[in-house]
């Protein structure tokens, strides 16, 4: 072979490959790990949510997309109201989102208070358990929508990872999202889920004008693969989230304004 054919010795010494093979192997080799390692996706596209202790917390810097992710809110109201915040956040008038809802009716009203408007929204009705899980699984295969969310409840290994499979072919980003109590969720099964979150309404802080302050949330992240879990207190201002500090909950509310908080995170029709 010419001499002239070889590479350099100091290629062979740093590593690097001719004609930029070098960064197409690191990302094969990125994309290899987030395999193994159960994350989906593709390693490239992410979510920030805005808030720095959360992103730092989370794979690349944001909300891992193409993947399955699950919310647990304590509370009809809590979840709803966050998943809105976070489908908004994703969805566009071209690559609308798409709710699955089991029993109550979605309030328009309440949704663009978070900015989920009805341009970037497709809203199912699917009132069994079943018909709910074989609508997300169909709509997932979708690359048209931008997310799916399934108001199905708690899911065993097996349908957990259909839905991660069918997120991950597509490129389209699952939510479950579970109203259910903790204590009806305790012993909850394995799940494929790439992130799960925990979600508590927290006391709303007074501002300058009368009534409830701003929404606020008691956020955990219990679980996230390659990443790491926290908690943090944020509040909706000005159209996004806001970390705050504070950790009191709801349950050291007096009933009537605790009626009256959930009314102002709630987006659903009583």
Known sequence: MPRSALPSSSACLSG??????????????????????????????????????????????GLPLGCLHALAGEGSGTGTAFAAALLARLSTARTPALWIVRGRDLHAAGLAAYGLTPDRLIAVRAVERKDALWAMEEALRCSALSAVLGEVGGLDLTESRRLQLAAESSGVTA????????????????????????????????GDEPGVGA?????????????????????????GWVESAGEETRSATPPAL??????????LVA
């Open 16 to 61: 690097e490959r001719p004609g930029g093979e070098r960064a197409a192997t690191l990302a094969a080799l990125r994309l290899r790990i987030r395999r193994i390692e159960g994350i989906g996706g593709d390693g490239t596209r992410v979510m920030p949510f805005g808030v720095a202790a959360i992103d730092a917390a989370l794979p690349e810097g």
């Open 175 to 206: 939510v479950l999202l579970d109203g259910s109590s903790r204590k009806a969720r305790r012993g909850e099964a394995a799940s494929a889920a790439v992130t799960r979150w925990r979600l508590e309404p927290a006391l709303s802080r007074p």
């Open 215 to 239: 929404p606020r949330w008691r956020v955990e992240l219990e679980r996230c693969r390659g990443g790491r879990p926290g908690a943090w207190i944020l509040e909706w201002t000005d159209g």
């Open 258 to 267: 605790e009626r009256a908080m959930e009314c102002a995170v709630n987006p």
